[in-house]
């Protein structure tokens, strides 16, 4: 989980440990492309925010895909594609997360990525 806002970085992650899922997180993008380097196991979902200081998104995934491309990717985002701020950064066909989110909506979100994929997740 990649997230530069605190608080919704230790609840999302929380969230998801207490689904059964090991999660490894991340305040910024740089930092995620870090322990993708020296993680020993397979990290098979990337749950980052759009936009961020230093590394957004995007770019973030690119790094993540050339390092990993077993990974999938789930993006997050409070914006919407008609506010512009996500016109041309994420592939059209990826997968997203609208913030705010309920707890089960991750989880659902979290699944479907990973079943998309052919991995199965905690039951």
């Known amino acids: 989980v990649v997230e530069d806002e605190e608080t919704l970085l230790e609840l999302?992650?929380?969230?998801?440990?207490?689904?059964?899922?090991?999660?490894?997180?991340?305040?910024?993008?740089?930092?995620?492309?870090?322990?993708?380097?020296?993680?020993?196991g397979p990290i098979h979902l990337l749950l980052t925010d759009v936009m961020m200081p230093k590394l957004n998104g995007p770019t973030l995934a690119r790094h993540i895909a050339d390092l990993r491309p077993e990974t999938q990717i789930?993006?997050?985002?409070?914006?919407?594609?008609?506010?512009?701020?996500?016109?041309?950064?994420v592939p059209k066909d990826s997968e997203f997360l609208?913030?705010?989110?309920?707890?089960?909506?991750?989880?659902?979100?979290?699944?479907?990525?990973?079943?998309?994929?052919?991995?199965?997740?905690?039951?």
């Open 98 to 123: 609208q913030k705010p989110f309920h707890r089960d909506t991750l989880i659902r979100k979290v699944r479907q990525t990973l079943n998309l994929a052919g991995q199965q997740g905690p039951a």
């Open 74 to 89: 789930l993006f997050m985002t409070g914006h919407t594609e008609s506010d512009g701020a996500l016109h041309g950064s």
């Open 12 to 40: 999302t992650s929380d969230f998801l440990k207490k689904s059964g899922y090991r999660v490894l997180s991340a305040r910024d993008g740089m930092t995620a492309v870090q322990i993708a380097r020296s993680f020993e």
